[in-house]
């Protein structure tokens, strides 16, 4: 854990850790869509055109690629962290996840992402943050790690 002056943790402001969610966002559907090119496209278009035409009806397509979605979105965040100790948008925001324990582990890692493929469930994970003035959401403090902010002089 990272220590600054007076023994303080230097915890992620809430506001850098929005942004740095935004643009993992960003990244993420460059990941999904640029392989997709010109005919993923058409694709995607036609599929919207099926739920105008049927908007409560599920297909088996669209479960599949939710799936898909989800588990690319998990992976991106776990993998970068685990191996990094950030995403794309934590290097750049200059935030880095930490282990409370020894070191991180792949599992802390998963655990901490599990609801990011979730708007709903990521908001009441952040939400358990903000009731209890906590800098930890409620699956950060399950998988005993916390983001911190690197300072200006720190390399890592």
Same mark, same amino acid.
């Given at each position: 854990?990272?220590?600054? *002056? *007076?023994?303080? !943790? ?36 036609? &599929? ?9 009806? &599920? ?18 965040? !776990?993998? &970068? ?10 290097? *750049?925001?200059r935030l880095q996840v930490v282990s409370k324990t020894k070191n991180l582990t792949f599992w802390q890692c998963l655990v901490r992402n599990l !609801?990011?493929?979730? !708007?709903?469930?990521?908001? *009441?994970?952040?939400?358990?943050m903000l009731i209890t003035r906590s800098h930890q959401r409620f699956l950060e403090k399950t998988s005993n790690t916390e983001v911190i902010e ?7």
């Amino acid at each position: 854990m990272k220590k600054g *002056l *007076l023994n303080k !943790t230097n915890y992620a402001p809430l506001w850098k850790r929005i942004v740095a969610f935004i643009i993992d966002w960003i990244v993420i559907g460059f990941i999904i869509l640029l392989p997709l090119g010109s005919a993923g496209k058409s694709k995607l278009s036609s &599929l919207s055109e099926t739920l105008q035409v049927t908007p409560t009806k &599920l297909t088996s397509e669209m479960i599949i690629v939710s799936i898909i979605i989800a588990i690319i979105m998990i992976l991106y965040w !776990t993998i &970068l962290e685990y191996k990094l100790h950030q995403s794309v948008g934590k290097i *750049l925001m200059r935030l880095q996840v930490v282990s409370k324990t020894k070191n991180l582990t792949f599992w802390q890692c998963l655990v901490r992402n599990l !609801t990011k493929f979730s !708007t709903p469930l990521l908001f *009441l994970d952040v939400i358990y943050m903000l009731i209890t003035r906590s800098h930890q959401r409620f699956l950060e403090k399950t998988s005993n790690t916390e983001v911190i902010e690197l300072s200006k002089h720190d390399t890592r």
